[in-house]
Structure formats: C-alpha cells, structure tokens
C-alpha cells in the first residue's frame, strides 16, 4: 500500500484491544511514513516537521487541526518557533491502530518543505 492509498483510507471507531496493531504490522506501515518514529513502547507514532517561522507552524497546525476533525482522531501537538510535533496514538486501543497511521499519512501529504519557507 502507498502512503496515498494509505491516506485514503477512513478512521473508524477503533475501541478495545483488538484494534491495537502488532509490532510487525506497525513496521510494515512505518516504512511508508519517511521519519515517522514510534516509541519504544509502540504506543505513540510521532514525528517533529520544522519551518521558517512561526507562521509556516501555525498555518501547518491549523490545516492538521482540520484533517484530525474531518477524521475525529487527534494527535497531541508540541510546537515552537519553526517547529511542531505531533504525536499520534489511540488511547482507546492502548497503543497504534490504523487510525493513527491513516491520519499520519494524510499529514505527510500536507507538509512540503518548500511549501513551508524551506529549501
């Protein structure tokens, strides 16, 4: 699967134990997010974006605001002057679900670095 069929895909409730992926799935989708971390405890997906200035990261974490409504799963978000950071994880399932690397991947079609006053 691509990053953008994998950012086609829809959020779906996801609550319970049977919705966390194992750490073997978590790696197969990892591999389509470039510099996508996930934790040593494979319960938060997380990677930081960097811009010019504080402007890029606001206009950034208000078109993410928008994707995480339209898909009703949230990341928690740290930011900076020229930095963000999102974490993505469902606390519902205690770890990683789809959700989390759906809306990831959604996020890294967002981000273009020249878009955001990097060369």
């Known amino acids: 699967m691509t990053l ?3 950012a086609s895909q829809r959020c779906k409730p996801r609550h319970g ?4 992926l194992n750490p073997a799935s978590i790696q197969k989708w990892l ?10 405890s494979a319960t938060v997906l997380s990677k930081n974006f960097c811009f010019e200035d504080f402007h890029h990261t606001l206009g ?5 605001g928008f994707i995480a409504n339209q898909a009703d799963h949230h990341p928690d978000i740290e ?7 999102l ?3 469902t ?7 789809m ?3 759906i809306c990831a991947a959604r996020v890294e079609n967002l981000y273009t670095p020249t878009l955001h006053g990097l060369s």
């Open 79 to 85: 930011a900076g002057y020229g930095h963000c950071l």
């Open 4 to 6: 953008a069929h994998l």
């Open 17 to 20: 134990n049977e919705h966390r």
């Open 91 to 97: 606390h519902d399932c205690q770890g990683l679900s």
């Open 99 to 101: 959700n989390d690397f």
């Open 31 to 40: 591999t389509q997010l470039p510099d996508w971390k996930v934790d040593t």
């Open 87 to 89: 974490r993505w994880s």
């Open 60 to 64: 950034f974490i208000n078109a993410v």
